[in-house]
């Protein structure tokens, strides 16, 4: 049931909306004055300011990046977008999830990303994904509780990831309609992406996708198979003929870091119709890892400073999990802003961290943020004084062998188990490597 404030918030933006798109950039400071009457908090002061610079600037990239929201993206989506994003998942839900944090003294989080499944029709090198059992995935009712629980702690944020959750599309769909009131994304490889299912999308609005690319046909089908980056495009278009919000996901490694920090290619991935994108480097999760693929610490200072160039001057949101670490204060995992619950409802502090202490099918969501593992990062976290070596698996290896045994975590990979010495031995050397280049870029002027 919705909150006496989150209903007026709805309303509130129901009619902003209606307003705004009447004439977006016209009327936008006018919202803005809405918006501070609904929420009074410093931080978000700051933001509702920005706005304000942005919506005087026609040439400013963040203006443009509104425009096309309100000229790409379908009308649905443009209000779930405002309403459930804007509204619940930041100013109504972030209000409960800090009086969540105090009750509860432990970490809670904005997003909650799970694994409808372990399956997947690709078989992609290197991917973590692919340690899990594929045979596994969580039935429809715990997925119903992770977020019946999870809105009670103020989590409206749920991101979908596998395996490729597409698999399941009915009932993915069905988890975004019986719970309108959340924002939905799915990582997805995009080859099982129709215009049938992009109806349904289209329909309920408050699904978004982050597709997941290499860069162009070569480096795509080097990782994911001959073939895949042509469905990949075909998809985008798709998305974009639905006015569906997507953006793209890529990892960027040691063959292909040059071209995806390219500004050919941010260009190339805006004009397809991305909304934003999120760089992912690679991590030698599995026995079957490709070490070879670490990108070097000249390519990790690339794209450093790539990601900010273009983050200042396209109108695409971009970022960089790893090398943007200094404007979250290090790492975001561990229930700091966002959790792991793979296709065997073993609860992670992250994606690339394979170990756990709980299952949500035994525990209840809170259980599991309190639980040992999550506790030694709530306890931990900042890792590293230096946000630009936030993770304590590829930045500070010492860190996730400490805590994994402080905790007494297990391994959660069915099929490749390792132990956490085992793991951190292929990442050693990328930290050491990382540590002057990250020293000295934390020591420069920085935004």
């Given at each position: 049931?919705?909150?006496?404030?989150?209903?007026?918030?709805?309303?509130?933006?129901?009619?902003?909306?209606?307003?705004?798109?009447?004439?977006?950039?016209?009327?936008?400071?006018?919202?803005?004055?809405?918006?501070?009457?609904?929420?009074?908090?410093?931080?978000?002061?700051?933001?509702?300011?920005?706005?304000?610079?942005?919506?005087?600037?026609?040439?400013?990239?963040?203006?443009?990046?509104?425009?096309?929201?309100?000229?790409?993206?379908?009308?649905?989506?443009?209000?779930?977008?405002?309403?459930?994003?804007?509204?619940?998942?930041?100013?109504?839900?972030?209000?409960?999830?800090?009086?969540?944090?105090?009750?509860?003294?432990?970490?809670?989080?904005?997003?909650?990303?799970?694994?409808?499944?372990?399956?997947?029709?690709?078989?992609?090198?290197?991917?973590?994904?692919?340690?899990?059992?594929?045979?596994?995935?969580?039935?429809?009712?715990?997925?119903?509780?992770?977020?019946?629980?999870?809105?009670?702690?103020?989590?409206?944020?749920?991101?979908?990831?596998?395996?490729?959750?597409?698999?399941?599309?009915?009932?993915i769909l069905r988890l975004a309609e019986e719970n309108d009131d959340c924002m939905f994304l799915s990582f997805t490889n995009a080859t099982l992406i129709d215009d049938a299912f992009a109806s349904e999308v289209?329909?309920?609005?408050?699904?978004?996708?982050?597709?997941?690319?290499?860069?162009?046909?070569?480096?795509?089908?080097?990782?994911?198979?001959?073939?895949?980056?042509?469905?990949?495009?075909?998809?985008?278009?798709?998305?974009?003929?639905?006015?569906?919000?997507?953006?793209?996901?890529?990892?960027?490694?040691?063959?292909?870091?040059?071209?995806?920090?390219?500004?050919?290619?941010?260009?190339?991935?805006?004009?397809?119709?991305?909304?934003?994108?999120?760089?992912?480097?690679?991590?030698?999760?599995?026995?079957?890892?490709?070490?070879?693929?670490?990108?070097?610490?000249?390519?990790?200072?690339?794209?450093?400073?790539?990601?900010?160039?273009?983050?200042?001057?396209?109108?695409?949101?971009?970022?960089?999990?790893?090398?943007?670490?200094?404007?979250?204060?290090?790492?975001?995992?561990?229930?700091?802003?966002?959790?792991?619950?793979?296709?065997?409802?073993?609860?992670?502090?992250?994606?690339?961290?394979?170990?756990?202490?709980?299952?949500?099918?035994?525990?209840?969501?809170?259980?599991?943020?309190?639980?040992?593992?999550?506790?030694?990062?709530?306890?931990?976290?900042?890792?590293?004084?230096?946000?630009?070596?936030?993770?304590?698996?590829?930045?500070?290896?010492?860190?996730?062998?400490?805590?994994?045994?402080?905790?007494?975590?297990?391994?959660?990979?069915?099929?490749?188990?390792?132990?956490?010495?085992?793991?951190?031995?292929?990442?050693?050397?990328?930290?050491?490597?990382?540590?002057?280049?990250?020293?000295?870029?934390?020591?420069?002027?920085?935004?």
């Amino acid at each position: 049931m919705k909150s006496v404030k989150q209903l007026v918030s709805t309303a509130v933006m129901n009619e902003a909306y209606q307003y705004m798109a009447k004439d977006p950039m016209k009327n936008l400071p006018k919202i803005i004055d809405w918006a501070e009457k609904i929420k009074k908090v410093d931080y978000y002061q700051n933001t509702l300011q920005m706005f304000r610079e942005i919506a005087q600037d026609p040439e400013n990239n963040w203006n443009q990046l509104i425009q096309r929201y309100f000229n790409e993206l379908n009308p649905t989506t443009q209000k779930k977008f405002l309403i459930n994003f804007m509204v619940n998942a930041g100013m109504v839900g972030q209000s409960v999830i800090d009086k969540s944090k105090e009750k509860y003294d432990c970490n809670v989080p904005w997003a909650i990303l799970f694994d409808p499944t372990a399956a997947c029709n690709l078989h992609c090198t290197g991917c973590w994904a692919a340690e899990y059992g594929k045979g596994i995935s969580l039935d429809y009712a715990t997925m119903q509780k992770i977020i019946r629980q999870g809105k009670e702690l103020g989590i409206y944020m749920y991101i979908l990831s596998g395996g490729e959750p597409t698999v399941r599309k009915d009932e993915i769909l069905r988890l975004a309609e019986e719970n309108d009131d959340c924002m939905f994304l799915s990582f997805t490889n995009a080859t099982l992406i129709d215009d049938a299912f992009a109806s349904e999308v289209e329909r309920l609005g408050n699904f978004a996708f982050a597709v997941s690319v290499e860069g162009y046909e070569e480096e795509t089908d080097m990782r994911r198979g001959k073939g895949t980056y042509q469905k990949v495009m075909d998809a985008m278009d798709i998305l974009q003929k639905h006015g569906i919000i997507f953006g793209f996901s890529t990892c960027y490694h040691s063959k292909n870091t040059e071209v995806v920090g390219s500004e050919e290619w941010v260009d190339d991935m805006i004009a397809k119709g991305c909304k934003f994108g999120w760089y992912f480097t690679y991590m030698p999760i599995g026995k079957d890892a490709v070490p070879e693929l670490i990108a070097t610490p000249e390519q990790r200072e690339f794209m450093y400073h790539q990601v900010r160039k273009f983050r200042a001057t396209k109108p695409c949101f971009l970022m960089d999990f790893w090398n943007d670490g200094e404007y979250v204060k290090g790492c975001i995992a561990g229930g700091r802003n966002y959790l792991h619950i793979n296709a065997g409802g073993d609860v992670e502090p992250c994606a690339f961290i394979h170990y756990s202490n709980v299952n949500i099918k035994d525990v209840d969501l809170i259980d599991a943020l309190r639980s040992p593992l999550f506790m030694e990062y709530k306890k931990s976290q900042p890792f590293n004084e230096n946000h630009l070596r936030p993770c304590p698996m590829f930045d500070n290896p010492e860190k996730i062998r400490e805590m994994v045994n402080k905790s007494g975590a297990h391994s959660t990979q069915l099929e490749d188990s390792e132990t956490v010495e085992e793991l951190t031995a292929k990442t050693i050397p990328a930290a050491e490597n990382w540590k002057p280049f990250a020293d000295k870029l934390w020591a420069s002027p920085h935004e």
